[in-house]
């Protein structure tokens, strides 16, 4: 098993829908997890770090760890055209040094 | 977060010579990171390289092919030697939060070897 893996997608959702993106971790990464925003042609941006289980909220996103099942969600609540993109989720390895970025979830929002 | 800043932007180069990628940092961090992203996937790590010693590059990258130099807490290089249309690939630099493991990109360097 790879330590974060995403479905690659793509996934597309109609406007004001919520989108579902979800990823799987193994036990050779950290319990801290992240989301990344990629637009086309941009770098990854830091948009949801979630350390503890339970639900995490920042306006329209909320992240989900789940250490149980090892899974770790982000929901993007009346998604919208610009939320388009691709989001990657990610984990540093155990014993730090190197963070591993799953393949990434390729969204589109049709309006 | 940090401010991170690279040049070139982009750049076309020729089979056989080598490309030098800065990336600038406006506050000082401990760890910075290289990455390599082909159109369509994902982050490939390249090498780790911490200021005052040397890079730990990542099995499939050697120090001949991808030198990397990081002389203060602000600023590190990248060179692409002796490049092929393989190396053709966006090159990135991030930093790293060493408290919550939060990493912050650089704007990318897209290269192309014709």
């Known amino acids: 098993q790879k330590e974060v893996e995403q479905n690659s997608g793509p996934l597309s959702v109609p406007e004001g829908a919520i989108a579902s993106l979800n990823c799987t971790y193994s036990d050779r990464v950290s319990q801290s997890f992240f989301w990344y925003r990629q637009y086309s042609g941009k770098s990854p941006e830091l948009i949801m770090s979630i350390y503890s289980n339970g639900d995490k909220e920042d306006g329209r996103f909320t992240a989900q760890l789940n250490k149980a099942s090892q899974y770790v969600s982000l929901l993007i609540r009346d998604s919208q055209p610009s939320d388009s993109a691709t989001y990657l989720c990610a984990a540093p390895l155990t014993g730090g040094f190197k963070t591993i970025f799953g393949a990434g979830t390729r969204l589109f929002v049709k309006a | 977060s940090a401010v991170i800043s690279q040049k070139p932007s982009r750049d076309i180069c020729q089979r056989g010579t080598s490309l030098t990628i800065q990336c600038q940092v406006d506050?000082?961090?401990?760890?910075m990171f290289w990455y390599r992203q082909q159109p369509g996937q994902s982050l490939t790590l390249i090498a780790t390289?911490?200021?005052?010693?040397?890079?730990?590059?990542e099995s499939g990258f050697v120090i001949d092919k991808f030198p990397i130099s990081r002389p203060n807490l602000t600023f590190s290089t990248l060179t692409v030697s002796n490049m092929s249309p393989e190396d053709s690939s966006i090159y990135l630099c991030?930093?790293?939060?060493?408290?919550?493991?939060?990493?912050?990109f650089g704007p990318g360097t897209r290269l192309t070897v014709t």
């Open positions: 390289a911490n200021q005052g010693s040397e890079a730990t590059y």
């Open positions: 506050s000082q961090v401990t760890m």
């Open positions: 991030s930093v790293e939060d060493t408290d919550t493991y939060e990493q912050y």
